[in-house]
């Protein structure tokens, strides 16, 4: 695709993105929801998070279905009120129906599959049931514009436009921390052009490129970006990929995870989905001024987080390389 295209295709995206943001307002009732509350908090969210990633490594999906997985969690969380025990089923119904949307259909994992290895205490009629309503309060048909749209169609229009060093600006690297920052809630307000410009300007900036940088600028004044606005967002960019590349924090295997598992652990993944179904859940939106819960109990829950079992695929050359490792289950 020619400069004059991708810019066009940029400008239209651009109009577009308004239309696939979470609600603020959601998001900041989440943000301040005690971790003992009855409702979803924030390090709850960003649990989920990372197990989605976790998931879609271990599945071999692509970045695209994490990141419209977790555009489709963050709206409808922001949207609608639920207990924390729903929220295996919700987040395993995005990433259900994102992969139906992204991936080729003979590498899709069945949902039975999905349910046994995301651990999760419910049947395969109530992820349906559940996709259908996220579906419906999203109006969602197809795929959404994310930040990751914008940060293909940004390395896409710098490559285009720069004539030196074009191996330097590593494609896959920048997904990687795209992923990296959506497993914070705080990131889920960002638009996304201007989330994935931070993490152009980030990465340009690191392999020290005048020409790349002068085209970053460009896409700026392009879009109408205030300076302040991408200077603020930039900076927690930063702090969060610095956090990220701390000893302190875990970082997972880019490799397919490969679990070994006994006869009796996996007798017992197929025998543990005796639970009842979903019951009807009542209609209930985010207000501020209400405190009581707005759903009743769907199902049974107990499900234990997969972060610390399953992992999630960031590289060595992008995390530090003694974090890598291969995730080995045993009963």
Sequence with gaps: MDAFKLMKELR??????????PKETGLSLIESTVQDDSRI??????AKVEDLWSLTSFFGYTTQTFVLA???????????????????????????????VMEEECNLT?????????QC?????DLGRMEKIVAEKLNFKSKAITALTFLHLYHQITLSHSTDRKETLNLEKLEAQLKACLCRISFSKAKPSVLA???????????QSEVMLEIAYRIQRHLKIADGELLHWRKRVALCLSDYASPECSKPNHRKLQWIVSRRTAQNLHSHRSVPELPTIP????????????????MSSGEES??????????????????????????
């Design 197 to 207: 410009l931070s993490l152009l300007r980030q990465e340009i900036e690191a392999v």
């Design 110 to 118: 069945s949902t039975d599959e999905l349910i046994r290895i995301g």
């Design 306 to 331: 997969l972060s610390s079992s399953l992992g999630s695929d960031a590289e060595g050359p992008f995390f530090p390389l003694h974090l890598r490792r291969q995730k080995h289950l045993h009963a």
């Design 41 to 46: 908090s924030a390090k709850s969210r960003d």
């Design 12 to 21: 239209v995206n651009h109009e577009q993105e308004v239309h696939y943001l």
């Design 283 to 298: 209609e209930g939106c985010w207000d501020e001024s209400e405190s009581e819960d707005s759903c009743e109990d769907m």
């Design 70 to 100: 977790v555009n489709l969690l963050d709206r409808f969380l922001a949207m609608m009120r639920i207990q924390p025990k729903h929220l295996s089923c919700v987040s395993l119904s995005c990433l259900n129906m994102a992969a139906k």
């Design 121 to 125: 205490r419910f049947t395969v009629s």
